[in-house]
């Protein structure tokens, strides 16, 4: 059973440019949750999605980001216009239920030059 | 503050001895979810607990959960360098917060073969 699927592991981007991370979670799961880990703050909740439906979002910050999660293909967090503190770890986790162990992926390292 | 407390936030101990890791909240807790992370990679699920004093163990190490459910222990028996890495506790909150994780900033253990 494959887990979490995270890509892509590293990505570089400058200044203003978009950066896109995709999730896909472990076979059967239909929970998805976003989470930034940054040095110094830990790992803080972004975003709670199931399939077509943001369920909580109040980690999100007010602009730049969005996160959708299609009927079909995978979860797709997206910053615009990134900037030098967007650069942080953005892992994404899974479950069947929002009762059950959310299992997380590898993460997306996200660098901004 | 931090909504959940991790004691202590780093140890280090010599192969063969045994540990003990906290995680306090300030509030009832309707889950604890205790994780271990290696550097540069994702969140490994450990144990899930969500009655008032229950206890669950794997393999060499156990966690238990207070009666009030707001303070939680990891041990481990008889350590191995195996064990090093960075353990977190994760709080689901239920109520509005239903599903979304708070985390404590982390226990880096070290393991002196």
């Known amino acids: 059973n494959a887990g979490v699927m995270q890509n892509p592991r590293h990505l570089v981007r400058r200044r203003g440019q978009e950066a896109r991370l995709r999730c896909s979670p472990m076979k059967g799961h239909s929970h998805v949750y976003w989470y930034r880990q940054l040095p110094e703050e830990g790992l803080k909740f972004m975003v709670y999605?199931?399939?077509?439906?943001?369920?909580?979002e109040s980690g999100m910050p007010k602009e730049r980001f969005s996160a959708e999660f299609p009927k079909e293909g995978p979860s797709i967090l997206r910053i615009q216009q990134v900037v030098r503190g967007d650069s942080a770890a953005y892992f994404c986790?899974?479950?069947?239920?929002?009762?059950?162990?959310?299992?997380f992926g590898d993460g997306t390292r996200l660098s901004i030059l | 503050s931090q909504e959940l407390e991790q004691s202590p936030q780093s140890l280090i101990v010599q192969e063969g001895k045994n540990l003990t890791i906290n995680c306090t909240s300030s509030k009832t807790l309707y889950g604890l979810y205790w994780y271990k992370q290696k550097y540069g990679e994702g969140l490994i699920f450990l144990m899930m607990l969500q009655k008032g004093g229950e206890e669950k163990s794997h393999e060499k190490i156990t966690a238990k959960l207070d009666e009030k459910k707001q303070q939680s222990s990891l041990h481990i028996t008889a350590s191995q360098p195996s064990h090093a890495g960075i353990y977190l506790c994760g709080a689901d909150r239920g109520g509005t917060s239903y599903g979304k994780l708070t985390f404590g900033q982390g226990t880096i253990l070290t393991v002196h073969p």
């Open positions: 986790a899974s479950n069947q239920g929002s009762n059950q162990p959310q299992h």
């Open positions: 999605l199931q399939k077509e439906n943001i369920i909580d």
